[in-house]
């Protein structure tokens, strides 16, 4: 009797063991559901979060942007076409000066009767032709054009003479050339006012 009591004991021991396993079971289940609707909820505000935060970023860029340019209008810095090239005397009759040759592509040439600039171009496809001592001439290595020392061209595929720039003298004496200004031999433009200074020393 005292076994079969104790056999119904340990059963019934089993059987509870069984629920309140079963209990914890459930009880875990809806803990993870309760945290799986928490979770949706929160990134859900999270996302919407960060999306005004993004509209919000995007607007105030667009905005500085839109002021940064207003504060820097679009001008186009171009070198100044004018510089002044040093007083008469410090040229030679008969010189032909290279000194500005290399930062602005000019020759400044001195006559006896004063003084031309020859813009440093090959009336052919642009090349920077040099002046050959030598053979008293301009001389372009692209192609093999040649032209005299007034800039006219007489060899070679240059359709037309090198072009005179506009030189003055300024208030303090000053040679001064004007790459802004240019004179063409087959326009005429040779014996305008500016193509040639006159000076006598
Ligand atoms: S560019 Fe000078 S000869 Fe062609």
Known sequence: MAKAEKQVTEAELKALEERRRAEQVRER????REKAQLGTLWSRRDFMGRLGWGVFGAFA?????????????????????TFKAGLPKDFTVGEISEKFKKDFR???????????ALFAKCTHLGCTPRWLAAETKFKCPCHGSGFYKTGINFEGPAPRPLERLRITLAEDGQIVIDKGVKYLYEKGDWTKPGAFLKFSA
């Open 61 to 81: 860029g667009i905005t500085l942007l839109g002021f940064m340019r207003s504060a820097f209008p679009r001008i186009l810095f171009q070198p100044p076409t």
């Open 29 to 32: 289940a809806k803990r993870e």
């Open 106 to 116: 000019v020759w400044i040439i001195r006559t006896e009767e004063g003084f031309y």
